[in-house]
Nanobody, 121 residues
């Protein structure tokens, strides 16, 4: 069984930084594209950043220049470095990945449980 587990959320002051991590575990054959999303109550989930297996990245306009997504293919992890945080970044951040398990070698979307990030003074 494949699992994604996030860590690193918490409370930070405006202008501060946080680093989120997400680790995939289980019977993993291959991991394709990995994502970070965020959601606040009453709003739709929004894509924050994406990274492909070769390290190609893309970001939502509202985080460009502030957030950096990275991955470690050997460790099956993806990280999100968040700098210059503002209160509007407050949300539950979730990682997602396209993962092929040894059970069927087919890529499917997996999600973590989410981690709360709160930006407040």
């Amino acid at each position: 069984q494949v699992q994604l587990v996030e860590s690193g959320g918490g409370l930070v002051q405006p202008g501060g930084s946080l680093r989120l991590s997400c680790a995939a575990s289980g019977s993993i054959f291959s991991i394709g594209v990995m994502y970070w999303y965020r959601q606040t109550p009453g709003k739709q989930r929004e894509l924050v950043a994406v990274i492909d297996r070769e390290g190609g990245t893309d970001y939502a306009d509202f985080v460009k220049g502030r957030f950096t997504i990275s991955r470690d293919n050997a460790r099956n992890t993806v990280a999100l470095q968040m700098n210059s945080l503002v209160p509007e970044d407050t949300a539950v951040y979730s990682c997602s990945a396209q993962i092929a398990a040894y059970s069927d070698y087919r890529f499917a979307d997996y999600w973590g449980q989410g981690t709360q990030v709160t930006v407040a003074s």
